[in-house]
């Protein structure tokens, strides 16, 4: 598995159709670390025709949940490491003799339980609390999910591929944590990605955060990648390009809120083909940023301090600049499939959605509907400067599944760009 640069054709990738966890989220949105609540319903049939395209340009597609159940159903081996995956994660509270009866019957029950339904189990995380029905001397069951790991589907983020192979990340956000040991497990044992490197408990480092661009890289810290995250990525083995440019993810000074729209480098940056990239260059500008050289494999040394527009300007980049409102709407989350092609949410239909749904503090919807009333129907990705650029876009809409917060970007896992 390798990818050197963000603009190299896309070969395969992994994805993660959103199901019955995603329902938990609709009732609390903002706890499970969603923008605003959305139709689930749509949100698959978005998410079956995001598959579609990737497969009209040629892309190999993985669905994570097809993957472990097609493994499991003719491989002995894996299966039992499903099983035993499973029991680890599956908890009965209770008297003592309750558990201890209903563990015995669970892992002797286990076997019998289709591999669908096993899927379900790692995503769910249930939790069985045996209460005492005194009166019909037995038990009855109280059913909690521990965390259901609603933001699966956001399959970027739980690993990133550079140039010289795969490190697994290591999620911040408690909501997320238990997302990199699925998809880790599945890497290892179908994909027989045995070199992966493996992020510590101590350092935090989402894929996000990650994009290779040839002969450098970016690594985006802040809220969910933190500098400890980025230094051990640096001497994974994994990034071998000449440079790093290490960035801290910058804020809107006017937003009243500590909003997830800045949360990864790709929600306001992101890299069309060599030499384009598509960030607001405001955000790019308060980006402080250190560059790192290596000095041998897996050791690199700090060079110098600069910001992330300046770094690219350096390097010969053009930009095409978004407005508040575009940056707000995924515009920077698009996927580059090859170089000049991306596929891109339908950001003015998105846009209208948050102002609906008011997801914005006050502040924040006043920037937003100000700078609309300049820019016109001139909205991302329907610019000059695409057409200019000669950059060809495909819009995937993807209205209901970004309120999940995030782009087609987000929801692709690469595994091999070349």
């Known amino acids: 598995m390798r990818a050197r640069s963000e603009w190299s054709p896309l070969r395969e990738v992994m994805i993660h159709r959103p199901s019955i966890e995603i329902e938990y989220a609709m009732l609390a949105p903002r706890p499970f670390l969603f923008e605003r609540v959305f139709s689930v319903k749509k949100a698959i049939e978005e998410h079956i025709r995001l598959e579609e395209i990737l497969r009209e340009n040629g892309i190999k597609v993985y669905r994570l949940e097809e993957e472990i159940i097609k493994k499991a159903d003719y491989d002995a081996n894996f299966r039992e490491l499903l099983l035993n995956y499973v029991r680890s994660i599956v908890h009965f509270y209770g008297r003592i003799e309750d558990i201890r009866r209903a563990e015995n019957e669970f892992a002797e029950n286990i076997r019998q339980i289709d591999s669908k339904t096993l899927l379900d189990y790692l995503i769910l995380e249930p939790s069985i609390d045996l209460k005492n029905d005194y009166e019909n001397s037995g038990n009855y069951p109280t059913v909690y999910s521990n965390i259901p790991l609603a933001n699966l589907y956001f399959m970027r983020d739980q690993q990133a591929v550079a140039d010289s192979g795969v490190i697994i990340g290591n999620m911040k956000r408690e909501q997320r944590k238990s997302e ?33 661009a040839g002969d450098f890289a970016f690594i985006g810290t802040g809220s969910r990648t933190d500098y400890n995250g980025a230094f051990q990525a640096l001497s994974s083995g994994k990034i071998d ?40 260059t405001y955000l790019a500008k ?26 690219l300007k350096e390097k010969g980049f053009n930009f095409i600049d ?7 709407a995924y515009s920077s989350n698009f ?50 400067e695409i057409k200019d650029f000669g950059i060809d876009f495909i819009d995937a809409e993807l209205i209901e599944l970004t309120g999940g917060y995030g782009g087609a970007h987000c929801m692709t896992a690469t595994l091999n760009r070349n």
Do not use: W
Request: charged residues 30%; proline residues 3%; contains cysteine.
């Open 286 to 311: 308060r980006a402080k940023a250190r560059v790192y050289g290596k000095k041998s494999r897996s050791r690199y040394e700090k060079l110098s301090e600069t910001n992330l527009y300046e770094y």
């Open 180 to 212: 990199s040991d699925i998809t880790s497990f599945v890497l290892l044992n179908v994909f027989g990605e045995t070199d992966a490197f493996k992020m510590p408990q101590n350092a935090h480092f989402e894929g996000g955060d990650f994009m290779p």
């Open 335 to 384: 996927l580059t499939i090859s170089d000049r092609k991306i596929i891109s949410v339908n950001v003015e239909s998105v846009i209208k959605r948050l102002i609906s749904q008011r997801a914005f503090d006050k502040s924040t919807e006043e920037v937003i509907k100000t700078e609309l009333s300049k820019i016109g129907e001139k909205i991302f990705p329907n610019r000059k």
């Open 241 to 280: 390009c000449d440079e790093v440019l290490v960035v801290e993810n910058p804020k809107y000074e006017f937003s009243q809120e500590d909003n997830m729209v800045n949360m990864h480098l790709d929600t306001y940056f992101n890299l069309a083909g060599d030499g384009i990239a598509v960030t607001s």
């Open 322 to 328: 978004l407005t508040v409102p575009e940056q707000l």
